[in-house]
């Protein structure tokens, strides 16, 4: 069988269990079975398929249909400039978290610290753009931390990045320059709703504090104010509909008058708050 009969057999499989983006992702998955870069697939398009691709590719094609993300299927997932590895116990990291990683950026830092790292993918985007700095990074997931650091190793980072098994900020030490966040946000009423990639595949524990989704914010907002240093920030990301909340926890900690940024959607996706230079006066 050529390898573009394939293709095109894999993307009517798909269409026909009614996944969105059908056509990319059999793409994708055929390039992984070829073992080839998904831009470089157009080239083999008359080449024939070996039978254990071909039987590589059908495995890869039914979990798809199991509605398994195509990151997880392949194991790895571009974010920002870079691939980080992804498995089933982290998120699969979206777009629009980048926007957390532009806001970082936009000012200088030397100690950073990632709340609920998962894949590192957000701490190590930073690190890798500012050589000079390092890193600490979070998580309560032990199975999370383990891939976090092996992105660490892959991307030549792990010298500057220090992994913490930890709920929030137990156990870390010092004062920061910049504190990020992506934490679990969706609401309890919300969790059934989701996309079953999403519901049935990615780590519940990582999507969702129960509750009104607000539970990772307050700790955040508690305890982030001691761990930064005068004039350090402290950049969360959050759903749509929480910039109103989340800036008034942050407000109510002493942070001056945090500020909303919007993602390419123009809606609500990252609180941007700094720790005055000097302390308040009662």
């Known amino acids: ?47 024939e398929l070996p039978e254990e691709r071909h039987k590589r590719y059908l495995k890869y094609l039914a979990a798809r249909e199991a509605r398994q993300p195509v990151a997880q299927i392949i194991g790895h997932r571009a974010f920002w400039k870079h691939e ?7 998120l699969d990291p979206r777009p629009e978290t980048e926007l957390l990683v532009e806001v970082a950026l936009e000012a200088p830092f030397a100690r950073l ?17 500012r050589p000079e700095a390092r890193g600490v990074a979070t998580d309560i997931s032990e199975a999370a931390l383990q891939v976090a650091q092996e992105n660490a190793a892959r991307l030549s980072l792990a010298d500057r990045a220090r992994f913490i098994h930890s709920d929030w900020f137990h156990g870390v ?16 009423a ?23 989704g607000l539970g990772a914010y307050r700790a955040i907002a508690f305890g982030a104010f001691a761990r930064l ?10 759903g749509p509909t929480q910039g109103a909340a989340v800036s008034a926890m942050l407000a109510a900690q002493g942070f001056d008058a945090p500020r909303l940024r919007q993602d390419l959607g123009g809606r609500d996706r990252v609180v941007l708050a700094h720790r005055p230079e000097v302390a308040a006066k009662g």
Request: one cysteine or more; glycine letters at 10%.
């Open 1 to 47: 069988m050529k390898v573009q009969i394939a293709l095109m057999l894999g993307m009517r499989q798909l269409e026909g269990a009614g996944i969105a983006g059908a056509s990319t992702d059999a793409r994708r998955l055929l390039a992984h079975a070829l073992d080839l870069p998904a831009e470089r697939l157009f080239r083999a398009v008359n080449d």
């Open 84 to 90: 980080f590895r992804v498995t089933r116990d982290t």
């Open 173 to 188: 030490e010092g004062r920061f320059d910049l504190i990020v966040s992506n934490p679990p946000y969706i609401t309890e």
């Open 113 to 129: 610290l990632d709340l609920g790292t998962g894949t590192g993918c957000v701490l190590l985007s930073l690190l890798a753009e």
């Open 229 to 238: 240093k005068p004039g350090g920030r402290l950049a969360v990301e959050i």
């Open 190 to 212: 919300e969790m059934g709703n989701l996309a079953p990639e999403v519901r049935d595949w990615e780590p519940h524990q990582a999507l969702t504090p129960g509750g009104d």
